[in-house]
Nanobody, 116 residues
Framework: QVQLVESGGGLVQAGGSLRLSCRAS????????MGWYRQAPGKQRELVAR???????DYADSVKGRFTISRDNAKNTVYLQMSSLLPEDTAAYLC??????????WGQGTQVTVSS
């Protein structure tokens, strides 16, 4: 049974930091591209950051220089370090594991709320 479990969300003031974690089970973690997406109420889900199985990273323009994605294959975990948070970063953050179009998993999400 595949599970992606996110943690680390919460309420933070603008300018603050949070670190999100996503632990995967039931998959061969090391071969998957892992990503963080976010969805705010009334908005479409958007890619925040992703990291390939080779460690190549990709970021949304809105978070470049503020967020860092990393992975620990030994712990089956992907992280998202978020700094200089803005109220517009408020959203549910979802973890994604991708290997093939037919092999695509999602976590339940963790809420991040940034107050101004």
């Amino acid at each position: 049974q595949v599970q992606l479990v996110e943690s680390g969300g919460g309420l933070v003031q603008a300018g603050g930091s949070l670190r999100l974690s996503c632990r995967a089970s039931g998959i061969i973690f090391s071969i998957h591209t892992m990503g963080w997406y976010r969805q705010a109420p009334g908005k479409q889900r958007e890619l925040v950051a992703r990291i390939t199985n080779g460690g190549t990273t990709d970021y949304a323009d809105s978070v470049k220089g503020r967020f860092t994605i990393s992975r620990d294959n030994a712990k089956n975990t992907v992280y998202l370090q978020m700094s200089s948070l803005l109220p517009e970063d408020t959203a549910a953050y979802l973890c994604n594991g991708y290997y093939l179009p037919a092999v695509n998993y999602w976590g339940q999400g963790t809420q991040v709320t940034v107050s101004s």
